[in-house]
């Protein structure tokens, strides 16, 4: 029977997870350790821009107060643009926040708010990364014809999730064939 071993960074953190000092230095290095200090070190802004500033992904460990700081949710971004999926419901509904994340992950559409998702700037930014995504554009936006040629350039498959007007639009079938 083998035995897995932790990683020894993890086991350290365990055993000083109540050492703020301790706790700084080591997500200064490695970011995610984040996740095993206590929650009172997840809620501490230091804490979290130093482990942020490090690696994006340590969002996950961020108390959900930090989660609804702008800049907290900027920072991560910048890191790691996927994780503006745990920003806060509010954060999920400003433009700024969501425009940060869509420009080089348009998934986050997916998480954006339904006003930022009729949003005609923010669905452009990230159906010129992620062409699929337009599946989570608003119905407006799914009619609207620039959208649907950018998402088709970027990837055919988002024909199937333009409107009906659309997919009978002569000049999109072309589109369509064409890439």
Known sequence: MKFKMEDPDVTEMKAN???REYVLQAVKNKGKLLE???PEFQDDEEI????????????????????????????AIKGAPWTAC??????????????????T?????YYASERLRDDKEVVKAAVENKGLIVKYASLRLRNDKEI??????????AYQFLSKELKEDEEIKIAVQME
């Open 48 to 75: 979290v821009k130093t482990a942020l500033e490090q690696d994006g992904e340590a969002m996950e460990f961020v108390s959900n107060r930090l989660r609804d700081n702008k800049d907290i949710a900027l920072l």
């Open 86 to 103: 745990y920003v806060s419901e509010r954060l999920k509904a400003d433009k700024e926040v969501i425009m940060s994340s869509v420009k």
């Open 148 to 157: 649907a040629e950018i998402a088709i350039k970027q990837d055919k498959r």
């Open 105 to 109: 992950y348009g998934q986050t559409l």
């Open 36 to 38: 095993f200090t206590i």
């Open 17 to 19: 997870k109540d050492n």
